[in-house]
């Protein structure tokens, strides 16, 4: 009882000095990790062309180059502390943090955490967490998430990778086999697509930070986000265990295979085809169809003929 009423406390007082700070200003606390980053700015373009009153963004992370692909999607950044957008978080998954939600609506907390039950999110097989942000952001269930181009700032980044060699638009594959929340998918296993894919004369590029291990028969690269992006719409395709890197492929004109396993238990919700396109598609390793997972993702990511962009 003692936290709950802490959280309620200083949550109030929290949340209403910045509001109060800021008055006429529609208010948004931010996701942090990039794949919900990602979800939120997506769809908040379409949320604030649905009022001319100002949309401020409070986050822990205004440095991100997420804020940079989409300048667009709000007016202005309000950074707060970790410390700040805990009690703020905790405060909204309060019932008084519902009725501060309807007092004052201009005041959005789209942590999902604060709108519907972890174990609901666990165990659904129909329910996206697209889904979720449209439906706190008020946007219909048919609205398109904003896509992403090859900016003018990045144009010379990618003809320079041209000119050496190391990429070649439209037939360059980029794997990422790391994810923080989807692990147990062995490194091998992407080593094993990169081989058969590299039969075909696609080039091959492992994104890696730091000392990450690339996937063997590929190219390793080190790039931020906004590279991240340009890259994917040059290179075409994409291959990567399933995490927020893959979100933000979602985004752009190329194909994905998003690579989940039997012990991710956030498949459903999490799964890429949410963000309903057709370049997006889902496999599920395990060890026993090895062999069989291999040869799917070599065939849909080399195919041609499908996995269009709508």
Known sequence: MANIAKSIVFGWKTIDKIRVKNSGKRLVISYEAVGDLVQMLAWLKA?????????????????????????????????????????????????????????????????YTTNIRTSVIRNTSTMTFSEICKA??????????????????????????????????GHTVI?????????GTPIEFF????????????????????????????????????????????CGHVIGARSGFLDLAAQCSCKIAAVDNDIYEYSDFYRIEG?????????????????????????YITDERNGESE
């Open 175 to 183: 794997i990422n086999p790391y994810a923080k929340s989807c692990v």
């Open 136 to 169: 706190v952001l008020h946007l219909p269930m048919s609205e398109k998430a904003t896509e992403l181009t090859i900016g003018a700032e990045k144009a010379e980044y990618i003809a320079d990778l041209i000119d050496k060699e190391i990429i070649d638009p």
């Open 47 to 111: 949320y604030k062309a649905a009022s001319d009153t100002p949309l401020a963004v409070l986050t822990t992370k205004p440095q991100s180059p997420l804020f940079r692909l989409y300048k667009d999607s709000y007016d202005e950044l309000i950074p707060i502390t970790s410390e700040q957008k805990e009690i703020i978080v905790d405060f909204f998954k309060t019932d008084l943090g519902q009725l501060y939600r309807t007092k004052y609506p201009e005041v959005l907390c789209l942590w």
């Open 191 to 234: 080593g094993e697509v990169a081989y058969e894919i590299k039969k075909r004369n696609f080039k091959l590029i492992s994104s890696t930070v730091g000392s990450q291990k690339p996937v063997e028969h590929t190219q390793p690269m080190e790039f931020d986000l906004c590279e991240a992006a340009a890259l994917f719409c040059s």
């Open 275 to 299: 963000w309903g396109k057709k370049n997006c598609k889902t496999f599920h390793w395990n060890r026993t169809a090895n062999d069989k997972i291999v040869s799917e993702i070599v065939e």
